[in-house]
């Protein structure tokens, strides 16, 4: 199992910026990717982006391209989202979790986090 754990989360203003973190141990090996997803009060969890350890390849929701931005540490086994311009519509529980390959679907994704709440403010 990988163990991933969230944090970084808040409430802020629209306009604001925050940064989430996602810190992953336990069996990182076999980890390939992590993704970020968002879950907001009855509605669907919705991908946010990804990125893969090795070659840091990302691929980022057009809901939040230009705003977020999801880079890595893997020193620190770290997955860092960067959010920027934060609007009320951002308000959600962020997830990250861990997958073996590189791709979107949260299903491919086999360990997830508790989540971080974010809470944007108009």
């Known amino acids: 199992q990988v163990q991933l754990e969230e944090s970084g989360g808040g409430l802020v203003q629209a306009g604001d910026s925050l940064r989430l973190s996602c810190v992953a141990s336990?069996?990182?090996?076999?980890?390939?990717?992590v993704g970020w997803f968002r879950q907001a009060p009855g509605k669907q969890r919705e991908f946010v982006a990804t990125i893969s350890w090795s070659g840091g390849s990302t691929y980022v929701a057009d809901s939040v391209k230009g705003r977020f931005t999801i880079f890595r540490d893997n020193a620190k086994n770290t997955v860092y989202l960067q959010m920027n311009s934060l609007k009320p519509e951002d308000t959600a529980v962020y997830y990250c979790?861990?997958?073996?390959?590189?791709?979107?679907?949260?299903?491919?994704?086999?360990?997830w986090g508790r989540g971080t709440q974010v809470t944007v403010s108009s």
């Open positions: 979790a861990s997958a073996e390959i590189f791709t979107v679907v949260a299903h491919n994704f086999g360990s």
């Open positions: 336990g069996r990182t090996f076999r980890s390939y990717a």
